[in-house]
Structures are given as structure tokens and as C-alpha cells.
């Protein structure tokens, strides 16, 4: 089990980001924090010291994701770990009904802003001769539903995605790993449906979805393999979350 020493996590200011900041500050690595909510950022940087660096980045934004990480302190320049978790669902309308600046973001965020980390981050990885990218895919990536539409095929992206870009980096030493939870609570049902609580509370109601906590454990379990053991892809859903049949349309 090796303990990564430096780790960039994106999507930093809630949810998955901010558990798997404290999960691997806790562990004694230092973390570069990126998001775009600064007073978000400094809290966690405020809370868990010296280690974290908040760094506001937006992700779609392909030049400052290559001016910020390439200038970044050297004590957190050479990136470990590489965690790509910001992201977003924005809207749960059919297709035929749904708003096209939200699939516009969708597509921004979950595929450009991935690839753009991405692309800043590795060149380091192979030169220094190792590193692992661990990308947050969903089952939304794999299983369709109803209102899914764009979000679960940016997923199935970041999924195509892991799996070719390990291939291009084959024998460099750098492992990449897609990580595909199902429901869990977090922000990111408030941000979904555009800040009605209601709504996003309804998606968790009777039910015990999965934890932010229980994803940055499963991160943290695939960051800490040996070096020789590549995680490829890894799914977790809640318990009380399973599949169902097809639709059939009758009559
Ligand atoms: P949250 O809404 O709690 O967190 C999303 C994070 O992404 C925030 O920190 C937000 O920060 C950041 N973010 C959004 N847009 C940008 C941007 N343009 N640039 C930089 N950061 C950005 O949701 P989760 O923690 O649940 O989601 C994290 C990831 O996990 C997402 O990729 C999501 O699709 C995926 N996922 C979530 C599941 C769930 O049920 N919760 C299940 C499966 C996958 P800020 O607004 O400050 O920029
Ligand atoms: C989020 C999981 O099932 O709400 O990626 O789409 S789900």
C-alpha cells in the first residue's frame, strides 16, 4: 500500500471533492483543492491546515486550467494523484423538452473541463514515470433512464475516456481508474434541479443512498493499490438502488 504524497482533487468546494480533500489530507498528503467557490475552498483550507491548496479554477476554461496548474507552488507541482471529479446533472426533462444551454454545460463541464485537467496533468505524470487519474463516471454512464439523456452519455464519455487513455498510457507507469457511483447525497440533486430543496430532497426520500464519505473510501482504496494493480473501473450504487425492467409502450 503506497500513500499518495500529492494529490489534485477538482470539484473541491462540496460533495465528493470536499470528503476526498479531508480524506487524503487526513492521511497526511498534500492537496491541491480546485473549484470555483473560493469561501468554499478557504474553509476546507482553514479547517485541515497547511496541506490543502485552494485553488479556484473553473474547468472550462482551458486556458486557466493550463496557466493555474502550470504554476502551481512547487511543493504541489508534481501531481500523484489526480482525482477529476467536478461535474454536474442539470435538468431531469425528456429530451424533446430539455433546455440546451444545460446540456451545453453538462457536455462543458463533465467532458471539456475533464479532458482539459487532463490533458494539463499527465504530460508531468508520464516525464516523472508515474501517477493515476481517477475519474468520476456514474452508472448514469451505463444505465440508461428516463431524463438521463445528456448527463448519462457525458458518463459514458469520462467511462470511454478512462479505458482509452490508459491504453495511450500503457507502460509509462500511469494508472487511470473510472469510479461510477449511483445515488448518493450530496449537493448535487439541489444543483440538478436549480436549488428547489424540495425536489432534490425527494430524491433521497425513505431511502439510504450512498454517502460523500463512502465514495472518497472507495477513491482512497484505489489510490492506495500497490503500484502494479490498476483499478479499471469501479461501480458502487446504494443498496436500496437497483435496476428495473425495460419500458414497454402499449395500445
Ligand atoms: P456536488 O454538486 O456536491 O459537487 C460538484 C462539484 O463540482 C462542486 O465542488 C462544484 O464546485 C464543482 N464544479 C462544478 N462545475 C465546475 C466547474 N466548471 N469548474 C470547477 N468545478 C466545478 O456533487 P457531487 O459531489 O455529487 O458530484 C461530484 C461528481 O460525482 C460529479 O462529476 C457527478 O457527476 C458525479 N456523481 C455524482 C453522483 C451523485 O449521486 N451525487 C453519483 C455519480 C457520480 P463549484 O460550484 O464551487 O465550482
Ligand atoms: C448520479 C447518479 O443515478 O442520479 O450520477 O444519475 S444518478
Known sequence: MTAPRTVLVTGASSGFGAAVVRRFAQDGARVVAAARRADRLAGLAAELGAGVLPVVLDVTDPEAVTRILGDLPEQFAAIDVLVNNAGLALGLEPAQRADLADWDRMIDTNCRGLVHVTRAVVPGMVERGGGQVINLGSVAGSYPYPGGNVYGATKAFVHQFSLNLRSDL???????????????????????????????????????????????????????????VNVNTIELMPTAQSFAAFQVARG
Do not use: N
Open 170 to 228: 500503457h507502460g509509462t507507469g500511469v494508472r487511470v481508474t473510472c469510479v461510477e457511483p449511483g445515488m448518493a447525497a450530496t449537493e448535487f440533486s439541489a444543483v440538478r434541479f436549480a436549488g428547489d430543496q424540495e425536489k432534490a430532497e425527494a430524491v433521497y426520500d425513505g431511502m439510504l443512498p450512498l454517502t460523500a464519505d463512502d465514495v472518497a473510501d472507495t477513491i482512497h482504496w484505489v489510490a492506495t493499490r500497490p503500484a502494479h
